[in-house]
């Protein structure tokens, strides 16, 4: 005999009080309920705004036409196959929704090679690029990036959507991990755990390799970025209130940033608006 949990609730508000009794540990390290709304009726009302051609003008931008579909795609509420027909139905021509689906691609590929890898993709797949060894970065996450209390309110306010949403934007993840494996020098592994404790999309296989792309140890060179880049995508809305504003860490053109954070590397940071899942590919 088994002791299912509850199914039905009288309003989200009960079920939220419901796990937090049934996951008390959970609920004590971090107590926050995200205001994604679970389910497949909310999958499909996420699927049905979903408009290819400007997701694919827009998606860089914090403010663009982004799906959201990741949390249902993660748990199987919604197909690969299902989203890419939908793109298709809602175009003139399939190039039209070449981008939308060229992502789902990536989706699907790291998941094949989650397959092969299996527990490998905790390794790093090559050495960093970076001029620095593996020994040389910290193996744990300082508690300000976990706490969101660095000072620099970019960071702080990932960190904060991070724990209190359960989501962020593809360039927030690319910002955050480059800031923690490049500004702080610490191991890729230790950001890799921290988004997993908290993305409602969060899988091993696009979550690892990602991380492993912008560390450089799963691609050709590092990814970093500036505040230039960081203002363009936001439209300023961080950097507008931050009191670091032109003298942050982010400060400086991409050959001034390199010399800082790589005086051992041989590279040139050329393409600044990567997707964060991106393969072994040149930039």
Known sequence: ???????????????????????????????????????????????????????????????????????????????????????????????????FVNELGWRDYWQRLYMKLGDGIWKDQEEYKTGYSASEYATELPQDIREGTTGLVCIDSFSRDLREIGYLHNHMRMWLAAYIVHWRRIRWQEGTKWFLEHLLDGDPASNNMSWQWVASTFSHKPYFFNRENLERYTEGVYCKKCPLYGKCDFEGSYEKLEAKLFPKGEFVQKDNSQSWQKGKRKR
């Open 1 to 99: 005999m088994t002791n299912d949990m509850r199914r039905d609730f009288a309003n989200r508000e009960e079920l939220a009080t419901y796990l937090k009794e049934q996951f008390p540990e959970a609920a004590e390290r971090d107590d926050h309920i995200s205001p994604i709304i679970g389910g497949r009726q909310a999958a499909v009302a996420a699927l049905q705004k979903v408009d290819p051609v400007k997701y694919a003008k827009s998606r860089n931008f914090l403010t663009g036409a982004v799906t959201r579909l990741s949390p249902y795609i993660r748990y199987g509420v919604l197909g690969l196959r299902e989203a890419r027909d939908f793109a298709f139905s809602k175009i003139r021509n399939q190039d039209e929704a070449a981008k």
